[in-house]
C-alpha cells in the first residue's frame, strides 16, 4: 500500500484563502445573499398595519406630480421619494404588502452595493462579514417593513460613497457626475442625508496633501447639490420658525442606546468599541494609517452623533429612522476590524459567526410600530350602527382611518375629508 503526502501548505491553503476571490464567486454570494434578504423580509411583511406615517405616505403618492410638489413646499422633505412611491403604487396597488414591497426591494438591493463596495477597496471575506451583519440587522428588517423612503436612502448613500471613494482612485469626473447625481437625489429625499455630505467632506481632507486640486475639485463638486436643493429650499414654508418640536432633547445614555440597538445587542457594541481600541494600538505600533477604514468609521458614527447634538441644541429628531444609513458604515467598519485585528481566517470567521448568532437571537421579527389601526377600524365596524356618530380627533388622523374604513373614499385623496363627513 502507498501512501501520498502531501505539503501542509495545500492541506490549509484552501481555507486560508476562503473564498476564492473571483468574478464567479462574488455573483454567486452576491445572489445568494440577495435571496436570503429577499425571504427574510418579506416574512410577516403585512404583519402590522400601516401607521400615521405610512398611510399619509401612501396618501400623499396618489397626487399628481404637480400636487406632490406644491404640498412638499409645506413639510421638511423634498418631493421625489413621493413621486417615485407614487408610480410605484399606480402599477402594484396600495396593499399593505405592495407599498412595504418597495422598501423591501431597496433593502435587497443594498446588499450588492455593500459587497461590492467593500469587496473592492478591502477583502472579499470583509464583503461577506459586512452583508451578513447588514442581513440580520433589526433595524434594517424594521425599516424594510415601512412604506416609507428610509431603506432607499440606505441604498442610496452606499452607491455615495461607491462614487466618492472611485473618484479617489483614478480621479474621473465620471464618478463625480455620479456623485453629484446621488447627492442631489439624496437631498431631494430626505434633509437627514446632509450630514453624509459633511462626513465625506472630513474624509476628503484625508486626501489633500497628495491631490489639492483634485479635493478642491470634489469640493466644488459638493456644492452643486446644495445649490439645486435650495431652488426647493427658498420656496419652503415649513422652515424659519416652524419646525416642530415632537420629541424630548436625548441624554446620553440614549446616544449609546443607538449604537447598542444599530448593532442588535450591546455585546456586539461593546465589542466593536474593543476592536476599536486593539486596532488603534496596532496602527500606531506599525505606523499604519488606513484612510478608507476611516473613512467608513465616520460613515457609521458622525451622523449619529450629529443628529444627537442637533437635537439637544436646535430640534429633538433622535431617531432610529433617521441614521439608519449610518448602520451600514458601522457594519462595513466591524467587518474590517475583525479582519485588521485577527489575521487568520479561522478566528475571523469564528467571531464572525458569533456575532451574528448574538444578531439572530436578539431578532424581532414583530417589533410593533405605534396604532393598530387595522384592528381599530376592524373593532369600529362591528359596533357601527346606521345612527352612529364618530368623531375622529384630531383631524390629521382620518388618513388612517378612511384607507382600512373604505378604500375607495381614501383613494378619492381630494374629497377624503368630505367623503367621511358624508358617511
Excluded: C
Amino acid at each position: 500500500m502507498t501512501f501520498v503526502r502531501l505539503p501542509s501548505e495545500m492541506k490549509i491553503s484552501s481555507i486560508k484563502n476562503f473564498p476564492k476571490d473571483s468574478k464567479k464567486t462574488s455573483q454567486l454570494i452576491v445572489l445568494v445573499f440577495m435571496l436570503i434578504n429577499l425571504v427574510f423580509k418579506l416574512f410577516n411583511i403585512s404583519y402590522t398595519s400601516f401607521y400615521l406615517d405610512e398611510a399619509n405616505q401612501v396618501f400623499m403618492s396618489l397626487q399628481t406630480i404637480k400636487e406632490i410638489y406644491l404640498e412638499s413646499l409645506q413639510f421638511p422633505n423634498g418631493p421625489l421619494y413621493t413621486i417615485l412611491f407614487g408610480g410605484w403604487i399606480k402599477i402594484f396597488g396600495i396593499s399593505e404588502f405592495s407599498g412595504r414591497l418597495f422598501s423591501v426591494l431597496a433593502s435587497v438591493l443594498t446588499v450588492p452595493a455593500i459587497f461590492y463596495l467593500v469587496k473592492k477597496h478591502f477583502q472579499i471575506r470583509v464583503a461577506i462579514a459586512a452583508v451578513a451583519i447588514f442581513t440580520l440587522s433589526n433595524w434594517q428588517y424594521y425599516y424594510a417593513h415601512e412604506a416609507r423612503s428610509y431603506t432607499l436612502i440606505s441604498l442610496l448613500v452606499v452607491l455615495s460613497f461607491n462614487s466618492f471613494f472611485n473618484y479617489f482612485i483614478a480621479f474621473r469626473k465620471i464618478h463625480l457626475l455620479w456623485y453629484i447625481l446621488l447627492t442631489t437625489v439624496l437631498f431631494y429625499i430626505h434633509l437627514t442625508s446632509v450630514f453624509i455630505l459633511s462626513v465625506q467632506g472630513i474624509i476628503s481632507l484625508f486626501y489633500i496633501r497628495k491631490h489639492v486640486a483634485k479635493v478642491i475639485l470634489l469640493w466644488l463638486a459638493m456644492f452643486i447639490p446644495v445649490i439645486l436643493l435650495s431652488l426647493w429650499l427658498i420656496n419652503n414654508s415649513w422652515f424659519g420658525g416652524r419646525e416642530t418640536v415632537w420629541m424630548e432633547a436625548p441624554q446620553f445614555q440614549d446616544l449609546i442606546n443607538m449604537f447598542s440597538q444599530y448593532f442588535n445587542h450591546k455585546y456586539i457594541f461593546y465589542a466593536f468599541l474593543t476592536l476599536i481600541v486593539v486596532y488603534l494600538v496596532k496602527a500606531i505600533l506599525n505606523r499604519e494609517y488606513d484612510k478608507k477604514f476611516w473613512g467608513m468609521f465616520l460613515w457609521g458614527v458622525l451622523p449619529v452623533i450629529a443628529i444627537f447634538f442637533v437635537s439637544i441644541y436646535y430640534n429633538p429628531r433622535f431617531t432610529y429612522r433617521y441614521m439608519l444609513y449610518a448602520t451600514i458604515g458601522l457594519y462595513i467598519s466591524y467587518a474590517i476590524l475583525l479582519a485588521k485585528v485577527f489575521k487568520s481566517n479561522y478566528i475571523f470567521y469564528l467571531l464572525l459567526l458569533a456575532t451574528l448568532a448574538i444578531q439572530a437571537i436578539h431578532i424581532n421579527p414583530k417589533l410593533k410600530a405605534d396604532g393598530d389601526w387595522r384592528s381599530a377600524v376592524n373593532y369600529y365596524k362591528s359596533v357601527k350602527k346606521d345612527n352612529s356618530a364618530t368623531i375622529i380627533a384630531a383631524a390629521y388622523l382620518n388618513v388612517p382611518f378612511a384607507y382600512y374604513y373604505d378604500k375607495d373614499i381614501f383613494k378619492d385623496y381630494r374629497n377624503l375629508y368630505q367623503n367621511l363627513l358624508d358617511e
